[in-house]
């Protein structure tokens, strides 16, 4: 299984970005996915995550700015940024439990796109 992210850039606080994570390979289904944001500097913090059947729970710091989707079909994941502020700026990685049927799931993570927001 692989994760490809695409989408981050070069923004001015307020402005908005929509990131992708799309997994291939041997995959069935996905369970959860979830985004994470590490800030320079910063470990690693979880932005929100969402469901196979569409529940999704977020950060504080991003409740009503972000919103994850996913599409089942394409085994994809996407960030809705909007509203960007400049401590948004780091590298969002994404995170798919890719299920294992009986053996549970295992985790993969994306390859990291990176955000910058200018203020």
């Known amino acids: 299984v692989q994760l490809q992210a695409f989408g981050g850039g070069l923004v001015q606080a307020g402005g908005y970005l929509r990131l992708s994570c799309t997994a291939s390979g041997s995959i069935v289904n996905i369970n959860n996915m979830g985004w994470y944001h590490q800030a320079p500097g910063n470990e690693r913090e979880l932005v929100g995550t969402?469901?196979?059947?569409?529940?999704?729970v977020y950060a504080d710091s991003v409740k009503g700015r972000f919103t994850i989707s996913r599409d089942n079909n394409k085994n994809t994941a996407y960030l809705q940024m909007n509203s960007l502020k400049p401590e948004d700026t780091g590298v969002y990685y994404c995170k798919l439990d890719v299920s294992l049927g009986l053996f549970g799931t295992k985790p993969y993570w994306g390859q990291g796109t990176e955000v910058t927001v200018s203020s």
């Open positions: 969402i469901s196979r059947i569409g529940v999704s």
